[in-house]
Antibody, heavy 117, light 113 residues
């Protein structure tokens, strides 16, 4: 069956960096784009951007340009999200999601990133 | 960006009742090329990741109970849950993927009395 398995929770200090992974299985990784979605505690869903898993080209939402980097380890069917210079407002759960024309077909379980001094 | 306005923000119903959640987009989501509305509905149960319920405004994802019904076209869409069950306790989000950036509604919290 199709699965997106994300890495574990992270506790970081302001100014540090974090890298989150999303390992896909059960389908051809390069056939579907991978999107990233942020959910702050008690809040709704916010689209961060996506990466073309065939070409590796990332696209970022306006609010996520600069400190956020999407990357791939295509040989391992893994998409990564790296956030640098962490701020308190980055405290959130980050989801990866497999995308098709019909919407987000599958989601990872989410990674809780806590930024606190 | 297309703004998705979802209502109500929360509602509480008894099991067996019917629930209607509304979603309005600031621009039409209807493609003139294929006459499809690029609107999806997601269910997020407490502590879980979202799950796709409905796509293209009215098509149920495989395995989704038929008490979940999506309807609407253009800018006005509805998710109807008939005969609500206790397991339907969740947050529900609409999302447009007609144009970039994809945008979500603010969510509707469904509580069961």
């Amino acid at each position: 069956q199709i699965q997106l398995v994300q890495s574990g929770p992270e506790l970081k200090k302001p100014g540090e960096s974090v890298k989150i992974s999303c390992k896909a299985s059960g389908y051809t990784f390069t056939d579907y784009a991978m999107h990233w979605v942020k959910q702050a505690p008690g809040k709704g869903l916010k689209w961060m951007g996506w990466i073309n898993t065939y070409t590796g080209k990332p696209t970022y939402a306006d609010d996520f340009k600069g400190r956020f980097v999407f990357s791939l380890e295509a040989s391992a069917s893994t998409a990564n999200l790296q956030i640098s210079n962490l701020k308190n407002e980055d405290t959130a759960t980050y989801f990866c999601a497999r995308s098709a024309d019909s919407g987000y077909l599958d989601w990872g379980q989410g990674v809780m990133v806590t930024v606190s001094s | 960006d297309i703004v998705m306005t979802q209502s109500p923000s929360s509602l509480a119903v008894s099991a067996g009742e019917t629930v209607t959640i509304n979603c309005k987009s600031s621009q039409s989501l209807l493609s003139s090329g294929n006459q499809k509305n690029y609107l999806a509905w997601y269910q997020q149960k407490p502590g879980q990741s979202p799950k796709l319920l409905i796509y293209l405004a009215s098509t149920r994802e495989s395995g989704v109970p038929d008490r979940f019904i999506g309807s609407g076209s253009g800018t006005d869409f509805t998710l109807t849950i008939s005969s609500v069950q206790a397991e339907d306790l969740a947050d529900y989000y609409c999302q447009q993927h007609y144009s970039y950036p994809p945008t979500f509604g603010s969510g509707t919290k469904l509580e069961i009395k």
